[in-house]
């Protein structure tokens, strides 16, 4: 696990210092740090994490596919071309992408999508409270979550001070109350799966896989 | 403590039969039970129990003046000329009316009048939830305390399952979470307040009572 | 759904009444009444259901075998012996026998046998509330819910006031939190269940089933 | 508001580079900073706030009286001889000294001290969740808090991944449960209190301040 070399698109913004600051607790080397304005490089990264921006997505497939090295893409607001980039890169090298690496919320999703049928005799609901910089609601992940567990559900919404991200799935029949709650606590609930995805990628020749994969593996 | 002699008006109904199992707990003696169309008489009670509806209390008032007997008031939807009828008692006999028995929720209330004012700063926000029975949202005791409160926050209401009551006011800054939360588990959480009014009321002459003024008599 | 006919062996104690006046909502009709020292039958159960002591077993497990009558089993304490006479009562009727009938708790046992390998690079401890009574910590299904883990965790116990029943599993890693709840309102937490395993038996000819079977059962 | 000259001791410490984060976002002009090996000063501030060691305060206290410097400590560990050289500086200049800058905290502490007593007749417990790094259970904080209840309750220590630090007080009798809960989410919690103490210093001409004074302060 000591020892990934690593390369940063989108070093300077905030999931980029979040990441490389964790990294470095595990001994990992950055030695390709790029962003809009800089581009830096000391070595060949065994694989790429860019979390900047869909317009950054052809130079880092490019960069990929020259020096064969594997991507992690957490970039959000990915259209169908992006896709198609990826999917093409994915034959030659491993692809992780997501749009949430948080490793709690995948596995989340898991226990959603597969125990929501067991309460169907239940009444669910959800909150989800997030602070007040966030301007959408409901949230993305709380859409996401409601989609995973196949039922319409109401969702309350609370917008409150500093509160990083909160989503509560409650059931309740006439005697019983069955919670389930994921609090991310700071960016740290990414840059986690973030490094699980690119420890991943080590163990693949190429192929274009989702978080459940990187879970999922992990199991083995 | 021991050896209270009481009356209960409404003794079929929920709070009804609930006070008095609790009242038993303490070997207390209900000798006087009155209904829509039953009425039970072994002895003069001490203090008389109304948990029926506003068109009993006329009979009730009377009851109280002829044998000089303390009332316990916890009918709701009481019009002005209800609360005349008991001001007009109090001067005789002890009267404690209150919408509300639960202990916590006027714990509460007491300190959200005082405290919120050091919130100032922080956001504020309100989740309360019900059993999916309860009709009204916001229910009556969220409104009543944000109006203790003195600020306007949201209420986000949760009718779901088999939740008695629980109401939680959140507040948060940028770095920090208050949460105050009640939850009243079953009727108990009222007949322990009917219990300490009850006892309140034997050791004073005359008077009309908030619950709050037996709150603070049991701080002595 | 509406029709069944039941018998109840321990009709008088606390689970006795609560399935008594569950069932009652649905229309079902308790044609056998058994207590220690009563019995009173008015028909022939299609099941019978016995939360009362293992010294009971003997008696009901014979009154099934002389009418075909399914049996759903509560009791707790049960000796190698008493589960020789349900495997072969099994062989002849339908037999649901659980230590605990609240759904949730079944799912949440599922959900964690399934789950918690998960999260294994995260940290795990366990909250179990209950109320003064309860004289063992931790609990019985505090210690089952680790058990199905499969991993030792720290259980923090507390008792205090009222509460019915509260178990829940936090896990957390450096930038995340999970936490599952369960949350027992009142005995209609096990008298839902009950009610479920009932019906199960209705569609077997004969078998020695668990509270899983019938969850299972459900979801077809 | 803005524009305030503040300076730091113990700048490249965690806590002062949170602190002059959060300062800037106002528009605040860190003036002076001073580290253990490191002095840089480019004008006279308004106020100091050092939260660096014991060791260190004899410096500290010199720059205020020599150039009549209001005083923030937050430095932890100290001994009755630094007492003494806050209360002979106090006599110049307004010092504010506190082992804990969250306002929160500081607000649940007064609802304790002051509410307790509501709850006499009910059960109470604590629990208080920290991260993994924490070494000392229960938390200075929690015992601070019991001590604030001036009543002898259990406290349930959770250490797991990272939480950055909760405390929950919990009273139940046999129908209700009150939960008091404060979490941090980030050292935010606390520089939020140190600039409000700063900003205090701006009114008083001397004195010995605790953080309740800055509380009550604010409440005008």
Redesign the interface.
Known sequence: MIGLKYGIVGFRGKMGREIFEYFSTFGDECVLKKDVDSFEQTDTPQVIIDFSSPSALEETVKLCREHKIALVLGTTALEERHFEMLRELANEVPVVQSYNF???IN??R??LRE?T????D????M?E?H??QKKDAPSGTAKMLRNDMNRDI?I?S???????GEHTV???????????????????????GVRHAALFTLKKQKGFYSYEDV?NE??R
């Open positions: 948080s490793t709690g596995i989340l898991k226990i125990y049928r067991y309460f169907s239940w009444d669910a609901a909150v409270i602070h007040t109401p309350s609370l917008r409150i001070g500093g509160v990083f409650i059931f309740s029949n006439a005697g019983e109350v069955v919670e389930i709650k994921h609090s991310a606590l700071s960016r740290r609930a990414f840059s986690i879970l992990n199991l």
